[in-house]
Nanobody, 113 residues
Framework: VQVVESGGGLVQPGGSLRLSCATSGFTFSRSTMTWYRQAPGKEREWVAMITGSGLGTNYADSVKGRFSISRDDIKNTGYLQLNNLKPEDTAVYYC???????WGRGTQVTVSL
């Protein structure tokens, strides 16, 4: 099983990033995907989720209206579009899958001037 996040980087406030979560080795299409993030000195927090069917999504209040979660069941890849980024969005972002409880190693997002 492989779960690999990518797409993080350094961006100015108000900017955008698109995170990807590429997977292999399990039934991606049936698995609920959840993005989490962990800022320095803070606990890991839930950001957004999408059901295995892709019909259901939900977002933390802190990112609602700015972030968008999606998935491509052909490519076995999930995405998190981050818009209007704020300094408080700085964190390592992780994806998680309900099937098997798989985690990636994360991708760093830094929002700063």
């Amino acid at each position: 099983v492989q779960v690999v996040e990518s797409g993080g980087g350094l961006v100015q406030p108000g900017g955008s990033l698109r995170l990807s979560c590429a997977t292999s080795g399990f039934t991606f299409s049936r698995s609920t995907m959840t993005w989490y993030r962990q800022a320095p000195g803070k606990e890991r927090e839930w950001v957004a989720m999408i059901t295995g069917s892709g019909l259901g999504t939900n977002y933390a209040d802190s990112v609602k209206g700015r972030f968008s979660i999606s998935r491509d069941d052909i490519k076995n890849t999930g995405y998190l579009q981050l818009n209007n980024l704020k300094p408080e969005d700085t964190a390592v972002y992780y994806c998680h899958f309900s099937t098997g409880g798989y985690w990636g190693r994360g991708t760093q997002v830094t929002v700063s001037l």
